[in-house]
């Protein structure tokens, strides 16, 4: 009986001497998790802006974006008729896209404020175009 109650102790003082070491691994696994996802969504979630063109207008009328953040402004056009996607007080050109073409910049706002997007063919300004919100 002695024994036996002796050995009961030496496993039972060698899990609890253990389990610290086992609560820190798994503690230490599951933070390096997490911290992978955020840069992920980081590099590919919010900086890419699509805009569709449609039907002579575009599928949004706001974009809201923060200065010194890079994003890629990709016009989607599906209309019958080509345009194009411009912020002429910030210097951003998108090229003509002709119907069923994409085109895309890079682009990195610089200051803050509100700006005018429009689409610079001829008549189109009136039913295409909307507002760039920067912010810091
Ligand atoms: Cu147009």
Redesign the pocket.
């Known amino acids: 009986m002695k024994r036996i109650r002796r050995s009961l102790f030496l496993v039972a003082a060698l899990l609890l001497a253990a389990l610290p070491v086992l609560a820190a691994c798994g503690g230490g696994g599951g933070n390096g998790g997490n911290g992978g996802g955020d840069s992920s969504q980081g590099a590919e979630g919010g900086n890419k802006i699509t805009i569709t063109?449609e039907g002579?207008a575009f599928d949004k009328d706001k974009i809201e974006l923060k200065k010194g953040q890079t994003y890629t402004i990709e016009l989607v056009n599906k209309?019958s008729?080509?345009?194009?996607f411009a912020i002429k007080d910030l210097g951003v050109q998108v090229d003509l896209a002709d119907p069923g073409q994409n085109k895309s910049i890079e682009f990195t706002p610089q200051q803050t404020g509100e700006f005018e997007f429009i689409?610079?063919?001829p008549g189109?300004?009136a039913t295409?175009n909307g507002t760039v919100v920067v912010t810091e």
Do not use: G, L, N, Y
């Open positions: 063109a002579m209309d008729v080509a345009h194009d689409c610079t063919v189109h300004e295409m």
